[in-house]
């Protein structure tokens, strides 16, 4: 899980969210089906609120990381 908000989130905040990542097995390689293409490998993209503020969370093949929104 990695911090790019710039915000230097509390570390048992991160590994709560990266804990939920893994057991919803949020990682490894997938497809997904779409109207004409099937995307492989494409980030998935998502919003998370860690306090008061709103997070970018982009989930990779083998990585996760959270940007300012």
Not at 9 to 22: C, D, K, S
Request: hydrophobic share 45%; with cysteine.
């Amino acid at each position: 899980m990695l911090d790019c908000s710039g915000d230097g989130l509390p570390r048992p905040e991160l590994e709560r969210l990266l804990a939920q990542l893994i057991a919803a097995d949020a990682f490894g390689f997938r497809a997904r089906g779409g109207a004409h293409a099937v995307p492989i490998g494409q980030p998935e993209l998502a919003h998370v609120q860690i306090g008061e503020r709103l997070y970018r969370l982009i989930v990779e093949r083998h990585t996760a990381r959270l940007e300012r929104f």
